[in-house]
Nanobody, 123 residues
Framework: QVQLVESGGGLVQAGGSLSLSCAASGRTFSVYTMGWFRQAPGKERAFVAAISLSGGSTYYTDSVKGRFTISRDNAKNTVYLQMNSLKPEDTAVYYC????????????????WGQGTQVTVSS
């Protein structure tokens, strides 16, 4: 069992930056691939970024490549999402999630989810 708690969301102007954190408790953090997903009003939950167990591999959806950076600190049981050059279309509730096993893009492969944090980007 893993509990995930996101923090760091808020309101920012277009072009600004936000940093999200997701703190994990429970089972050993380093056994999980960690992902960030987002859900805008009226839309399905969508993959944003993922990071491998050791942090050696990272994956991004095309729309955030070059703007967002995912990282993790296994000693602190925390995964981060640094978001730069934010756009209004980045507005959504952002969720962190944890999974075991291969794959990283499909949300139904993730077993544990945080409660989400709202990110709003004004134009």
């Amino acid at each position: 069992q893993v509990q995930l708690v996101e923090s760091g969301g808020g309101l920012v102007q277009a072009g600004g930056s936000l940093s999200l954190s997701c703190a994990a408790s429970g089972r050993t953090f380093s056994v999980y691939t960690m992902g960030w997903f987002r859900q805008a009003p009226g839309k399905e939950r969508a993959f944003v970024a993922a990071i491998s167990l050791s942090g050696g591999s990272t994956y991004y959806t095309d729309s955030v490549k070059g703007r967002f950076t995912i990282s993790r600190d296994n000693a602190k049981n925390t995964v981060y999402l640094q978001m730069n050059s934010l756009k209004p279309e980045d507005t959504a509730v952002y969720y962190c999630a944890a999974k075991e096993g291969p794959g990283y893009r499909n949300y139904d492969g993730y077993r544990y989810w945080g409660q989400g944090t709202q990110v709003t980007v004004s134009s």
